[in-house]
């Protein structure tokens, strides 16, 4: 499936939804993606992406930058408080903040650079302990920190345990967004993004309906 495919489903999700197609943002995953797809997809005009992990970005778009102009690059993976200020050189927005630890790093970083990128606060929706996010019951007390720290916090993100329905999860990220004065919501992956756009996602992220299965790394001799 390409990205005219994609983008002809997100527009009759939208249709359903009674929504306009133009306040939905696809985040093209392009994590542990050849550089081969990656390019096969700018070169179809898709320019927003989202990485999992720092390094990898760090080692993929500098280049790609060179060659497309308005790549619009989000972080999508958890962020580690030693790779912030290269996260804040490197991504047009960040998904994952999700600990007071990592808001008062980020908060340093914005004062020292006089700018900081939007950010969403990822929520738990699950409560699974294996998983990053701000339980459902600390979240509107997390945003008030954040806030209070200066914090540019544009939405919430989300993503539901695979063994759960996840509108659920969609609609109770929804409330915890318009409880706080919040309208942009990052969810919806390549199994669920339609359901997700009938909740009001304004950001999902489409990685294995775009490029395919990942590849696996090679193994080094």
Same mark, same amino acid.
């Not at 790609?64 to 804040?88: C, M, S, V």
């Given at each position: ?13 939208a249709?359903d ?16 993606q050849?550089?081969e ?17 720092v ?6 778009? &500098?280049?790609?930058? %060179? +060659?497309?102009?308005?790549?619009d690059l989000? @972080?999508?993976g958890?962020?580690?408080? !030693?790779?912030?200020r290269q996260a804040f050189?490197?991504?047009d ?21 006089g ?5 969403f606060?990822?929520?738990n929706?699950g409560?699974?302990?294996?998983k990053a996010?701000i339980?459902?019951?600390?979240t ?5 920190e ?13 993503? &539901?345990?695979?063994? %759960? +329905?996840p509108?659920?999860h969609?609609s109770? @990220?929804?409330?915890l967004?318009?409880? !706080? ?6 969810m919806?992956?390549s ?10 996602a304004?950001?999902?992220r489409v990685?294995?309906?775009l490029?395919?299965a ?6 080094t001799a």
């Amino acid at each position: 499936m390409g990205l005219t495919d994609i983008t002809a489903r997100i527009a009759k999700a939208a249709q359903d939804a009674d929504r306009d197609p133009s306040t939905i943002r696809l985040i093209a995953v392009s994590k542990v993606q050849p550089n081969e797809r990656v390019e096969a997809v700018l070169q179809e005009g898709q320019r927003c992406f989202g990485e999992n992990r720092v390094q990898e970005a760090a080692g993929k778009w &500098p280049a790609f930058r %060179e +060659t497309y102009d308005g790549i619009d690059l989000h @972080l999508i993976g958890p962020l580690q408080t !030693n790779k912030a200020r290269q996260a804040f050189e490197l991504f047009d927005a960040i998904h994952t903040v999700d600990r007071p630890k990592l808001a008062k790093t980020l908060a340093r970083l914005a004062q020292e650079t006089g700018t900081c990128p939007p950010l969403f606060i990822q929520v738990n929706t699950g409560e699974e302990p294996q998983k990053a996010g701000i339980a459902p019951v600390d979240t509107d007390s997390f945003i008030a920190e954040c806030r209070a720290l200066d914090l540019p916090v544009h939405g919430l993100m989300c993503i &539901p345990p695979v063994d %759960e +329905t996840p509108s659920l999860h969609f609609s109770l @990220l929804r409330k915890l967004a318009e409880r !706080n004065g919040l309208d942009q919501l990052s969810m919806g992956m390549s199994d669920d993004f339609e359901q997700a756009i009938a909740f009001g996602a304004t950001h999902i992220r489409v990685g294995s309906a775009l490029f395919g299965a990942r590849v696996p790394a090679q193994p080094t001799a």
